[in-house]
C-alpha cells in the first residue's frame, strides 16, 4: 500500500502546485479513498483568485487538524481503499459519495442535528484536505455508499445538489405554488429541478447568459428571462408571468441587486430565500413589513444526501447535464486557473482522478438507500 500520492494543491492566490505527499493511513473511525470526479466550485476559484477566504493559513483547522499547502476539491465521489479501526459498513471497493462536512458531534448545533452549522465547522477541501488528490483520508461518517444505478461522475454532483435541496427545504414550498429563481448557474439550475419534484405550479428562472438560459428550458423551466431585455425590468415581467409574483423568490447570486430583485418579485405574503453569498444587504423595511414578506437564508445541508441518492437511482433526478466537462487531474492547475480568470466557461467542470477507472470495473454489494422525504 502505497503512502504517497499526486495531489493539487493551494499554497497561495495564484499559487496552485502539482506535487507528491504523503498521505497516512486510517486511523480510528476513518476511511482511506481513491477520488474518481471533482467537481470545481466557485468557492475553490475565490481562493485561487484572492484567498485565503476559508482555507486556515496561520494555524490548522481544529476538526480536520490542516491547513495551507491544502489539497482542493470538496465536491466529490471516490472508490474505498481501507477502513481504519471501529468503521463499520464500509469495506475497500465500496463507491461513495462524499459529504465533505466536518462535524464535532458535541455542539449545540450538531446536538440538534443541524451539523451542517456546528460550530466547528468545515469542508475537506477547503478546512482540510480533499479530493483532488489520488489519495484522501476522511472521516467515515462523510461517506455515502452508491447503489449501481449511481454512477461515480453523478455522485460528484450531489454536493451542490444537497446545497439545492437544503434550500427548497428551508423555502417551505410545496405543489402548487410558484417559483422565480435568480441565477441559473449549477446550483440555481438544480434548485429548478428540485422546484419540479416538490410539484412546484409555474418556475420563472432569471439569468444572464444564453447557454444557461437554454439549459433551463431543456430541463424544464416554464420560463426564463434574460435581465438585460426587459423594458421595466426582470421582477415586473416575473410579477406578470405569475399573476402578482412569486410564492418564492431563490436568490442564488449573492448581490445587492439580485437581492432587489428577489425583493420585487415576490408577492405578498411571500418568502425571499437567500441562497448566494453576500456582504451587507440593505432593504425598504417599511415595504417589507406592509407586505409581510418572509427573507429566509440557507447555507450548505444537512440530511440531503440519501434523498438525492435515491432519487438519482430512481431515475427522477437526473445529473447528467452537470457531467459534460471532464479534465484530468494532470491537467487541473491549468484548468483551475483558466476557470478562475474567466479564460474558461461552462457550467460545471469535474477534476478526473484514478479512482474513476477503479470505481468503474470494481463489483460492489449494495446494501438499500433509506428514503428521506421532507
Not at 67 to 90: D, I, K, Q, T
Not at 212 to 229: E, F, K, N, Q, Y
Amino acid at each position: 500500500m502505497t503512502n504517497t500520492t499526486t495531489a493539487l494543491r493551494w499554497h497561495a492566490p495564484g499559487d496552485l502546485r502539482l506535487e507528491e505527499v504523503h498521505v497516512r493511513t486510517p486511523g480510528v473511525g476513518e476511511v482511506r479513498v481513491r477520488p474518481a470526479y471533482v467537481g470545481v466550485c466557485g468557492s475553490d476559484l475565490h481562493e485561487i483568485v484572492d484567498g485565503p477566504h476559508a482555507i486556515p493559513v496561520s494555524r490548522p483547522h481544529g476538526l480536520s487538524g490542516g491547513r495551507a499547502p491544502l489539497v482542493l476539491g470538496h465536491e466529490f465521489s471516490a472508490v474505498v481503499e481501507s477502513v481504519g479501526p471501529g468503521v463499520e459498513g464500509l469495506a475497500p471497493g465500496d463507491r461513495v459519495a462524499v459529504e465533505p462536512n466536518y462535524r464535532c458531534g458535541t455542539c449545540a448545533a450538531c446536538q440538534s442535528g443541524r451539523y451542517h452549522v456546528c460550530e466547528h465547522f468545515g469542508f475537506a477541501g477547503l478546512m482540510g484536505d480533499g479530493g483532488m488528490a489520488g489519495l484522501a483520508v476522511l472521516p467515515s461518517y462523510m461517506l455515502h455508499r452508491l447503489p449501481s444505478r449511481v454512477d461515480l461522475a453523478q455522485a460528484a454532483v450531489l454536493e451542490p445538489a444537497a446545497v439545492a435541496l437544503h434550500a427548497t427545504r428551508r423555502s417551505g414550498i410545496g405543489a402548487g405554488d410558484t417559483a422565480v429563481v435568480i441565477g441559473l448557474g449549477p446550483v440555481g439550475l438544480l434548485v429548478c429541478l428540485l422546484l419540479r419534484l416538490r410539484g412546484v405550479q409555474t418556475i420563472v428562472g432569471v439569468e444572464p447568459s444564453e447557454q444557461r438560459r437554454a439549459l433551463a428550458l431543456s430541463m424544464g423551466v416554464d420560463h426564463v428571462i434574460d435581465p438585460s431585455r426587459t423594458e421595466n425590468g426582470p421582477a415586473d415581467l416575473v410579477r406578470k408571468l405569475l399573476g402578482g409574483g412569486a410564492t418564492v423568490s431563490f436568490e442564488v447570486v449573492g448581490h445587492q441587486s439580485t437581492f432587489d430583485m428577489a425583493l420585487a418579485s415576490v408577492r405578498s405574503g411571500g418568502t425571499v430565500l437567500l441562497v448566494g453569498l453576500a456582504g451587507g444587504l440593505h432593504f425598504d423595511g417599511f415595504a417589507a413589513v406592509n407586505a409581510e414578506i418572509t427573507i429566509r437564508a440557507s447555507v450548505g445541508y444537512n440530511d440531503c444526501y440519501p434523498e438525492l441518492i435515491d432519487l438519482v437511482a430512481q431515475g427522477q433526478l437526473d445529473l447528467d447535464p452537470f457531467t459534460g466537462d471532464m479534465e484530468p487531474l494532470a491537467d487541473a492547475v491549468e484548468v483551475l486557473n483558466d476557470l478562475a480568470r474567466g479564460r474558461r466557461q461552462g457550467l460545471k467542470t469535474l477534476i478526473r482522478c484514478a479512482g474513476a477507472d477503479i470505481g468503474a470495473s470494481v463489483p460492489t454489494v449494495f446494501t438499500n438507500v433509506s428514503q428521506v422525504r421532507t
